[in-house]
């Protein structure tokens, strides 16, 4: 069992950064690929970005590539979201996953954070 606990969203103007952190309990965090998800009000969720268990290998959704870096912390159990360049499109609240594989699958995360809402203002 994973717990998962995100913190760092918050409100902030266009042009601006946050750096969102998800804590996970549990002594085998490094064996899980980690992956960030978001839903706007009314939208389906999506993917933002994935890292393997290493952080040797990350991916991004094609929006938020050269703005957002996935990075973490196998020492402290955490999984980051570095966001710049921040968009008033890119609202929504923001979750933290975590699966077996690499993938950017939803069905394929298992342990999920409850959100942290993010809001960029224009």
């Known amino acids: 069992q994973v717990q998962l606990v995100e913190s760092g969203g918050g409100l902030v103007q266009a042009g601006g950064s946050l750096r969102l952190s998800c804590a996970a309990s549990?002594?085998?965090?490094?064996?899980?690929?980690m992956g960030w998800f978001r839903q706007a009000s009314g939208k389906e969720r999506e993917f933002v970005a994935r890292?393997?268990?290493?952080?040797?290998?990350?991916y991004y959704r094609d929006s938020v590539k050269g703005r957002f870096t996935i990075s973490r912390d196998n020492a402290k159990n955490t999984v980051y979201l570095q966001m710049n360049s921040l968009k008033p499109e890119d609202t929504a609240v923001y979750y933290c996953?975590?699966?077996?594989?690499?993938?950017?699958?939803?069905?394929?995360?298992?342990?999920w954070g409850q959100g942290t809402q993010v809001t960029v203002s224009s």
């Open positions: 549990g002594r085998t965090f490094s064996s899980y690929n």
């Open positions: 996953a975590a699966s077996g594989v690499g993938t950017t699958a939803q069905n394929a995360y298992y342990y």
């Open positions: 890292i393997s268990g290493s952080g040797g290998t990350t």
